[in-house]
C-alpha cells in the first residue's frame, strides 16, 4: 500500500481539474454575448413596482401574478421587493386574466429597439 504520491500524480489531478471548469463554464460565457429573444406579443411599458404584487405600467394600476418572473438586464431572476420604486422600461407578457407574467427589465440597447405599447392594441 503506498500512501504517498508523487509530485506527477498531483500535477495531473490539478491539469485535470482545470480542463474541467473550463469546460464546466464554456457555456455560461458564450450565452453572456447573445442577445436575449423576447416573444413576439411582448409589450413594451414603464412598469414602478408599488408594493408587491401592485404595480403600475405606463402610469396605471396593474398586478403581477402569482408566480411571475421578473428578469434583471443581466437575465437573472429579480424580487419584486427589491424593485420598489424604481422606474423601469420593460418588456412583458400578460397572462389570460389580464394580470402581469412575464417581465424583463431592459438593458439601453434594447430599450432603443421599438416595441408596441400596451395603448397600441385593443
Given at each position: 500500500?503506498?500512501r504517498c504520491?508523487?509530485?506527477l500524480?498531483?500535477?495531473r489531478?490539478?491539469a485535470?481539474a482545470?480542463?474541467?471548469?473550463?469546460?464546466?463554464?464554456?457555456?455560461?460565457?458564450?450565452?453572456?454575448?447573445?442577445?436575449?429573444?423576447?416573444?413576439?406579443?411582448a409589450?413594451?411599458g414603464?412598469?414602478v413596482?408599488?408594493?408587491?404584487?401592485?404595480?403600475?405600467?405606463?402610469?396605471?394600476p396593474?398586478?403581477?401574478?402569482?408566480?411571475?418572473?421578473?428578469r434583471?438586464?443581466?437575465?437573472m431572476?429579480?424580487?419584486?421587493?427589491?424593485?420598489v420604486?424604481?422606474?423601469l422600461?420593460v418588456?412583458?407578457?400578460?397572462?389570460?386574466?389580464?394580470?402581469?407574467?412575464?417581465?424583463?427589465?431592459?438593458?439601453?440597447?434594447?430599450?432603443a429597439?421599438?416595441?408596441?405599447?400596451?395603448?397600441?392594441?385593443?
Amino acid at each position: 500500500m503506498n500512501r504517498c504520491t508523487s509530485p506527477l500524480s498531483s500535477r495531473r489531478n490539478s491539469a485535470l481539474a482545470l480542463c474541467l471548469l473550463a469546460i464546466s463554464l464554456w457555456p455560461a460565457a458564450q450565452a453572456q454575448n447573445l442577445p436575449r429573444q423576447f416573444p413576439a406579443q411582448a409589450l413594451r411599458g414603464t412598469l414602478v413596482v408599488v408594493q408587491p404584487p401592485a404595480i403600475t405600467l405606463d402610469g396605471k394600476p396593474a398586478q403581477l401574478s402569482p408566480g411571475a418572473r421578473i428578469r434583471s438586464q443581466n437575465n437573472m431572476l429579480a424580487m419584486s421587493g427589491a424593485l420598489v420604486g424604481q422606474e423601469l422600461t420593460v418588456n412583458y407578457l400578460l397572462e389570460s386574466h389580464g394580470l402581469v407574467h412575464e417581465v424583463w427589465i431592459l438593458t439601453p440597447a434594447e430599450t432603443a429597439e421599438k416595441r408596441p405599447k400596451a395603448a397600441s392594441n385593443p
